[in-house]
């Protein structure tokens, strides 16, 4: 297996623009997480996933972010409009049940808002 | 709100010396205990898990829980360079994983 795929790698973009962020789990996988990780305030969970359905979205720093998981295969979260406090890397991460269990990474995507 | 606390380093150790990383929790009712690894630059990676109390042992590294004191550590033996990361602990409580801010270890030849 290829392990969780999250695209782009890197993203530079301009305050005010909008961005998506990607992430593919690892097959087989019911539950996938986002993270967003900075040195102030470390790993933080953004929403959580289970079978498809979004079951925690309190991390969720602002109306501006949003999480969508559409099929077993495919995570977004976008942020409209970015601004430059949610430069950071954000890691999606996916585990074969929601609880309690090793979750694996993707390599993540950072994100820069100038 | 769930916490969990690490010294955020650094912590240098000599190679070949064995090197300990420390973690507590404050969620009495946590079940699973993680060590993650995470090079600059890359994404944090499993090393340990842990569900019980006592040590697991598996090659160089050891983990050790107390859940009486809410407490876990991880051991490094023979600490090489490449051992030179951030170690992330996580705890989870029917919940999913809460990190700590993690651990730089930076292992000097």
């Known amino acids: 297996d290829a392990g969780v795929i999250q695209s782009p790698r890197h993203e530079v973009t301009e305050m005010g623009q909008e961005v998506t962020l990607r992430c593919k789990p690892i097959s087989g996988h019911n539950s996938l997480f986002w993270y967003r990780q900075t040195m102030m305030r470390g790993l933080e969970l953004l929403i959580y996933f289970n079978n498809n359905v979004p079951i925690d979205d309190s991390g969720m720093p602002e109306d501006r972010f949003s999480a969508k998981m559409p099929n077993a295969s495919f995570s977004t979260l976008k942020i409209q409009p970015s601004e430059p406090r949610d430069s950071a890397v954000y890691f999606c991460?996916?585990?074969?049940?929601?609880?309690?269990?090793?979750?694996?990474f993707g390599q993540g995507t950072r994100l820069t808002v100038v | 709100q769930k916490e969990v606390e690490q010294n955020s380093g650094p912590l240098s150790v000599p190679e070949g010396a064995i090197a300990s990383l420390n973690c507590t929790y404050s969620d009495r009712v946590s079940q699973s205990f993680f060590w993650y690894r995470q090079y600059s630059g890359k994404s944090p990676e499993l090393i340990m898990s842990i569900y019980s109390n006592g040590d697991k042992e598996d090659g160089r590294f050891t983990a050790q829980l107390n859940k009486a004191s809410q407490y876990v550590s991880l051991l490094i033996r023979d600490s090489q360079p490449s051992d030179s990361a951030t170690y992330l602990c996580a705890v989870a409580a029917n919940t999913p994983l809460v990190f700590g801010k993690g651990t730089r270890l930076s292992v000097i030849a």
């Open positions: 991460a996916s585990s074969l049940s929601i609880l309690d269990t090793e979750a694996f």
